[in-house]
Each structure stands twice: as C-alpha cells, then as structure tokens.
C-alpha cells in the first residue's frame, strides 16, 4: 500500500499524518510539501472545490487548477508522481489538492481534521476528533475519534525513558514535564501567568524532590519565554528547558520530555498537545490559563469527556501544586488515547472495501 502525504510544513498537522503511517508497517510512504504561489490563490482554490467539488473534472482541467495555484516545485512534484493508494493530508490549505490528486491517481482521498471551509462530504475517508462531530449525524465516510492521531504510545515512550536517563546522567527522582502552548482568541498566557507557574514549579521542586522538564512552543509570547528562561533554566532541578528551533543535543527534545516526565502539564490552548501527552499513559494535567468568565472553545468539552475517562485532569494555576502531588502518589491507572490505532483501521477498512 503506497501513501502519499501531502504536508503543509505546519508541525501539528504533519505529526498526526506521521503518526498514522509510522505505526502502519504494511505501508510505502511518500511525503510531498505543498505551497502555493499567493495565499488568495489557495484560499480560491478551496472556495472552488467547495463548490464543484462534486462534478467531475476532466484531468486538463485538475491539472490547470494545481499549476494556477501552486509553485512551479510543488506542481512539479506532484505530476511526478505515478501511483498511489492513499492521499492523506492534514489541515484545510491541502485538502483541495488531496482531492484533485486523488482523482489524477485514481487513489483514495483521507483527511484528518474537518478542512475549512471544504468540509469532508467528498472525501473516501475524514478523520474526526470529537470537537467536530459530537452531536452531530454519522457519516458513513466519518472516523470519529476522541482527540487526534499522534506517534506517542506509552510502549516507545518507556522504551526511551531509561536510555535518556542514562544519556543526560539524571538523577533517580521524580519528573514534571510541562508543555507550553500559547495564546489564542480564546486562551491568554502571560507575564503573571509566568511568574505565578515559575514560583509552583520552584515550590515542587524543592518540597518534593522532583525535577521540572520545560518546552515551550512558537506561538509561546517571547516575554513569557524571557521570564521563565531566567527563572528556571539554570537550576539544577531544571535539567531541560527546550526552546523551539533552539539546537539541542536531543534528537527529539519534546518526545524526550515526554518519556522523561511521570507527570505531564499541558496548557489547554494546544489541542494537539494535549492528545499527544494524553496518549503517552502518563498522568496528564490540562491546565488553563485563561480567565475564569471567558467563552471556552469547543475542545474544553473534550477535556471534559477525557477527565471523564480518566485519562486527563483539568485545574488552574491556583490548584497546580496539589494536582502535581495528586498526580506523583496517585495509583489510579491513566487511560491513554488510542486515537492513532483507530485511525488505522478505519484505513484499513477502507482499503478492504475495494
């Protein structure tokens, strides 16, 4: 089985594509970087295929449509390519052109996440999390998952832990991994936010006799980063502090922390995040920063639901430190998400059908 993935160089997107075919052996993986020329022309391109995306094209046409659209090294990599069975993309900018490609290649179209404004009716296969179709009608091309497909599983994640504890010289303690995202429309972090996580992680540190593992993220504000870069970087409780696009003598500095960690802090802004540190069998607090009266977006029920589950906790910065130690003693088994492996078999159904 040949799939063919189509990224557009945005890392939360490709990781759910790479997450699917990594724990796909049975497949042959080809990876295609999709850019345009402008962003109106994407934008028009999604627009039309909403559209007509029903009618079928005649292949000068498709073949029109992409090279109107996209660079001349883009265009040129996709007519280079001969077969495929799988096109599988992530995000909304690639979804058009997973579709004309599918039809050029005769392969079946998979999407993950509901493109906008495209939507997933003329698709073989759409790839859900549960913010996109709780409440809604099954649709018989619809893979409903809890959150989002990822690499992370808690038998890799175990597998590294003693190799990275050896590799770094770590000391025998416990480890608090916390994971930064940024600020939305919905979510803020700020200063005050800095300040108030520097003094819990400094506490815990000390009163509990655990390390504390950061990394923040590219959406992170710099003046957040600042503060707790001159914080908490150079102690010693602080072995890991990981900057995005900052050299690091780890192959994989963010799934390091997550091996690394007994205990995980995700900020709730990062849905993706979130899934990842929610598959990894850890202990996982989602922790969020914005105010108390503020609108919550649609994953905030899927926090609910994972809590139900027991497969994350929910707190804000004032109950942390009481969540971390609830999270160190606790002997209630996590439930990790097992979104990839369901991915993979609505795949794989799909392709047994023909």
């Not at 990781?15 to 994407?42: A, H, N, P």
């Not at 029109?64 to 001349?72: A, E, F, I, K, M």
């Not at 996440?113 to 009716?121: F, I, V």
């Not at 300040?195 to 000390?206: D, F, G, K, N, Y």
Request: net charge negative; glycine share 4%.
């Amino acid at each position: 089985m040949k799939v063919v993935i189509l990224s557009d160089n945005k890392p939360g997107h490709y990781k759910q594509s790479l997450g699917i075919v990594e724990k796909m052996s049975e497949c042959q993986t080809e990876w295609l970087t999709v850019e345009f020329r402008q962003k109106w022309r994407d934008n028009l391109l999604r627009v039309f295929m909403c559209i007509f995306g029903s009618i079928p094209f005649p292949t000068s046409l498709i073949h029109t449509l992409l090279r109107w659209s996209l660079t001349p090294e883009s265009y040129s990599a996709l007519t280079d390519l001969q077969t495929a069975d799988i096109i599988l993309s992530t995000g909304s900018s690639v979804a058009g052109v997973n579709l004309l490609l599918g039809r050029i290649l005769e392969a079946k179209t998979v999407t993950c996440r509901k493109p906008s404004p495209l939507g997933t009716r003329y698709f073989d296969l759409a790839i859900l999390p549960m913010f996109s179709w709780q409440g809604k009608r099954h649709k018989d091309n619809v893979c409903q998952t809890v959150g989002v497909p990822n690499s992370i599983s808690p038998d890799t994640l175990n597998m590294e832990q003693q190799r990275l504890i050896s590799a770094l010289n770590l000391s025998d303690c416990p480890r608090i991994g916390i994971l930064l995202g940024g600020t939305d429309q919905h979510e803020t972090i700020t200063t005050a936010d800095a300040e108030q996580l520097s003094e819990i992680c400094e506490a815990v540190a000390t009163e509990m006799d655990t390390q504390i593992l950061v990394t923040t993220s590219r959406r992170t504000p710099t003046e957040v980063t600042a503060y707790l870069t001159s914080t908490l970087k150079h102690n010693e409780w602080c072995p890991l502090f990981i900057e995005p696009d900052t050299p690091s003598e780890l192959e994989d500095p963010y799934q390091a922390i997550l091996a690394l960690s007994d205990v995980l802090i995700v900020t709730a802004d990062s849905f993706t995040m979130v899934c990842e540190a929610a598959s990894s069998g850890r202990p996982v607090i989602v922790l969020t920063l914005s105010g108390e009266n503020t609108k919550k977006p649609k994953r905030y029920n899927v926090y609910a639901y994972m809590e139900q589950q027991t497969v994350v906790r929910q707190c804000r910065l004032d109950k942390l430190k009481q969540h971390i130690a609830e999270g160190l003693t606790s002997r209630v088994p996590n439930t990790p998400l097992q979104d990839t492996e369901v991915a993979i078999q609505a795949i794989r159904c799909l392709m047994d059908e023909d």
